[in-house]
């Protein structure tokens, strides 16, 4: 931990409200004291104090001159307990609800921004249907399809011995097979309503306070208009609550540069907006939707194949007619749910507590007794049906590929008009970051649906590669086993990018020698540290290459899926099969990509599984996980009700509530200092703070990816303009970084009139080069951990506390307190 602050030049309480990054943290660990008490919080996200300090604005004439630490522990918001594992499940949609917060800057554009949110939003609807089909090929095409239908398949494996065809059972005849087998798919769906509708329950429906610094206070009652008030931090009567602003799609945003200090809710920057961190309203009709819509996929599949044997074999038959009415209401619910998605985004300029309780209900419930009523319709008696081939329908997963890929590509040329409109030269890909992360939320889940199917194929099918056996063997679609063969193809093709980062980093490093050497002064070189720190310093350069790579592997994706698709349907066959007339060389490099493909992408859906079995028992490897979703769930669920929620739905709302009662109760000064992506959630609390509360708090973020990765990647909302603004409307502001940090980096704010720029010079990793007398012993190379520890930082947190000005007189005895709410929920 950081030495002891030196005392402050202006009096008054002080308060220094520590919120640590990614991997969690524990208090004691962050308080560098053992004994913690929660000062007010709950198991899964709470404030804590050292004991001695639990009443320490109580005791002015005490060690009330230094600033009172307290932490901010989060972790357990993203790497709780065992079923958090179940996480794995949702990666595709964490990955393309990001491509909606990636949207470039461009006020003035509305329509073209709803656009966008319009695309993203279909985008994610085909990955639940990507999702739930990959169910339905393997248990009821592979599976009671296939397998049941053939008497190999069905005679090696006993526990399908009653759905063999050739017992002539019950339950032997294909459409009572597929209409038992539709119970996977269908509990999947229910699988992915449920964790959604569990943790909807837990961040999105947690109604934030309307007025910070009044505790207990509630928001509207049901029915009531709800208030767009800014939150209070008064210690008297706090004013009439503005009105709130007419109702504006979820794109329309003001210009990023607006400070957004007393402005109408609709000018105020978009983090900074009441309804920014509550969701509630649009996860509920996206997880309806989603819902119904996964439970059409299956209805589709078993009427579909039903329909196709009546119309053969049953022409104008009851049995025809009630699968040409099923396959009509599928078609006409699914247009429903299109118009549910498209229909409207996000309500950021007010606090929506509506709930559209009749759509959140009807939809996903019509769509499940449609699919009760196609389970009935798939059982009926056809005697003279036999299961051939391949499930009818196995055009569906090409259908998908094009569609994503269509849609991927209108996003792309959406994403460069708004680009062009404020171009910004560090944009990650020029404003394509969006696009090109939705493909390859699209390539995601290809490869877990493409991966499971392959491997259930593979199992079925015994040693062979999938539909290179006999005519009896088990095969998943044909464009399945083209998409796998692809993927040894696009690893090739990226050794070339690795290779040039390679090499570029290892000059770097060379380059970067002499540089270490000059910033430490006149000494006797160490060649072998001097490298050590140019290396680690070269290699922290790489996070900025990180656009270079997502665009290749999102490029090459796209091309190779067209590819992938052209070929299964111009072939028809496999690639093993389509090129067996070809010539050796090409014939060999075709069975040897199918082969290699199928192998690797059924490995990697075997890794999968392992890493969530292991997540699940494991409490390390469940908190790894969680450093995935602390990068990747800051953001609410604005495009996919499936993905992992929002935990700074919670979390911002905890440190707005925090900052304003404690400044309002003590009238004492505030510096919020965060680290790595903390300091992303103290930025969005500071934003959220009302114009009062605001001067009283000092903003010292260090190892931050503001600028770095949300900057670059999240232009809208903390590119150059949003970031300036902030500047502007925080009391002061100070960044630390370091050279040798991947993931934290200077924000990039210039001076603004009489406030200084934000970014102190990079710190030196070491703080010594080699022994001193200062330090005897080799001081390590930190990196992104342990900034407390520089003595700059101590230094430079006294220096925002004397910048703030001084104490006001304490709330009057008996005013409401935020002390001694322990075990409760500050958010």
Same mark, same amino acid.
Request: with cysteine.
């Given at each position: ?164 065809? +050739? ?36 961040? +999105? ?34 004013p009439a609550p503005e009105p709130c602003p007419a109702p504006e799609d979820d794109s329309a945003e003001a210009d990023p540069a607006d400070d957004g200090t007393g402005t109408p809710a609709g000018l105020r920057p978009a983090l900074g907006r009441p309804g920014f961190w509550y969701g509630r309203r649009l ?153 090109? @992360? ?53 690893? @090739? ?86 090129? +067996? ?34 997540a699940y028992k494991d409490a390390s490897a469940r908190r790894t996980i969680g450093i995935l979703w602390d990068v990747g769930t800051f953001w609410p669920r604005a495009a996919h009700p499936f993905a992992p929620p929002c935990y700074a739905e919670r979390a911002v709302p905890d440190l707005t509530w925090r ?169």
């Amino acid at each position: 931990m950081s030495p002891a602050t030196p005392a402050p030049r202006s009096g008054g309480a002080a308060l220094e409200l520590l919120v640590h990054g990614v991997g969690g943290a524990t208090p004691q660990d962050m308080l560098d004291d053992p004994r913690t008490a929660r000062v007010t919080g709950d198991a899964t996200a709470a404030v804590y104090r050292r004991r001695d300090d639990l009443d320490a604005e109580d005791h002015p004439d005490g060690d009330a001159e230094r600033p009172v630490p307290e932490a901010y522990c989060w972790s357990n918001l993203t790497s709780g307990n065992g079923a958090r594992a179940l996480w794995l499940l949702l990666l595709p949609f964490m990955v393309v609800n990001l491509a909606h917060w990636m949207r470039p800057p461009a006020p003035g554009r509305p329509g073209l921004q709803r656009l966008y949110g319009v695309l993203v939003r279909l985008v994610a609807l085909t990955l639940t249907v990507l999702l739930t089909a990959a169910a339905c090929e393997v248990a009821l095409d592979l599976t009671a399809w296939q397998c049941a239908g053939s008497t190999a398949c069905a005679g090696d494996r006993s526990w399908l011995g009653f759905l063999s065809a +050739e017992r002539g059972g019950w339950w032997s005849q294909p459409g009572r097979r597929l209409a038992l087998a539709a119970v996977v798919p269908a509990a999947l769906v229910s699988l992915l309503w449920y964790l959604s509708n569990r943790t909807w329950s837990a961040y +999105e429906a947690q109604r934030p306070p309307t007025t910070y610094g009044t505790p207990g206070a509630e928001g509207p009652a049901a029915g009531q208009e709800p208030s767009c008030a800014r939150p209070c931090a008064c210690s008297g009567p706090c004013p009439a609550p503005e009105p709130c602003p007419a109702p504006e799609d979820d794109s329309a945003e003001a210009d990023p540069a607006d400070d957004g200090t007393g402005t109408p809710a609709g000018l105020r920057p978009a983090l900074g907006r009441p309804g920014f961190w509550y969701g509630r309203r649009l996860v509920a009709r996206l997880r309806a939707a989603h819902t119904a819509l996964g439970f059409l996929t299956v209805t589709a599949a078993l009427t579909g194949a039903a329909a196709h044997q009546d119309r053969a074999t049953a022409p104008g038959s009851l049995r025809e007619s009630l699968g040409w009415t099923l396959q009509s209401a599928v078609v006409a619910l699914a247009a429903v749910v299109l118009w549910v998605v498209c229909r409207r985004g996000r309500s950021e300029n007010r606090l929506d507590l509506r709930l559209e309780r009749a759509l959140v209900s009807w939809l996903p419930g019509t769509s499940l007794l449609l699919l009760l009523l196609a389970v009935l319709h798939a059982g009926w008696s056809r005697p003279g049906w036999r299961s051939a081939g391949t499930l009818p329908g196995d055009m569906t997963f090409g259908v998908l590929t094009l569609a994503q890929g269509g849609l991927v590509v209108a996003l792309g040329a959406v994403a460069l008009l708004l680009h062009r409109r404020r171009p910004e030269p560090r944009t990650a890909l020029y404003g394509l970051g969006g696009p090109a @992360v939705a493909m390859l939320a699209c390539a995601l889940g290809g490869v877990m649906s493409g991966g499971v199917a392959q491997r259930v194929a593979d199992w079925l099918d015994g040693p062979a590669t999938p539909g290179m056996g006999d005519g009896s063997a088990i095969a998943p679609p044909v464009l399945l086993s083209w998409q796998a063969s692809v993927i040894p193809v696009l690893l @090739v093709l990226l050794l070339a990018p690795a290779g040039f980062l390679v090499v570029r980093t290892a000059r770097a490093a060379r380059r970067l020698g002499p540089v270490v050497e000059a910033a430490y002064g006149p000494r006797t070189a160490d060649p072998v540290r001097t490298a050590r720190i140019a290396a680690i310093r070269a290699r922290a350069a790489l996070t900025d290459s990180a656009p270079l790579l997502v665009g290749l592997v999102s490029g090459a994706t796209l091309l190779l899926g067209a590819g992938s698709v052209a070929g299964a349907w111009i072939g028809g066959a496999v690639p093993g099969r389509a090129f +067996e007339g070809a010539q050796p060389a090409i014939a060999s490099a075709a069975d040897a990509a199918q082969s290699l493909g199928s192998w690797m992408i059924g490995f990697g859906f075997i890794l999968f599984v392992t890493w969530g079995r292991r997540a699940y028992k494991d409490a390390s490897a469940r908190r790894t996980i969680g450093i995935l979703w602390d990068v990747g769930t800051f953001w609410p669920r604005a495009a996919h009700p499936f993905a992992p929620p929002c935990y700074a739905e919670r979390a911002v709302p905890d440190l707005t509530w925090r900052m304003s009662s404690w400044t309002a109760r003590t009238g004492g000064r505030l510096v919020i200092s965060g680290h790595s992506q903390g300091s992303v959630l103290a930025a969005a609390a500071v934003w959220q703070l009302p114009p009062a509360t605001r001067k009283r708090v000092a903003l010292l973020t260090y190892g931050s990816p503001l600028e770095r990765l949300y900057g670059r990647w999240f232009p809208a909302y903390f590119g150059p303009g949003p970031l300036r603004g902030l500047h502007r409307t925080v009391h002061c502001w100070s960044n630390l970084h370091r050279a040798t940090d991947p993931i934290g980096g200077p924000v990039r704010v210039p001076a603004d009139g009489d406030r200084p720029v934000v970014d102190r010079p990079a710190l030196l990793d070491p703080v010594a080069y080699g022994r001193t007398p200062a330090h005897p012993l080799p001081e390590p190379i930190r990196g992104h951990s342990d900034y407390q520890a520089d003595p700059v930082f101590a230094a430079e947190r006294s220096a925002l506390l004397d910048r703030l000005p001084p104490g006001l007189p304490r709330q009057r005895a008996g005013a409401p307190s935020d002390q001694g709410s322990s075990g409760r929920s500050s958010g």
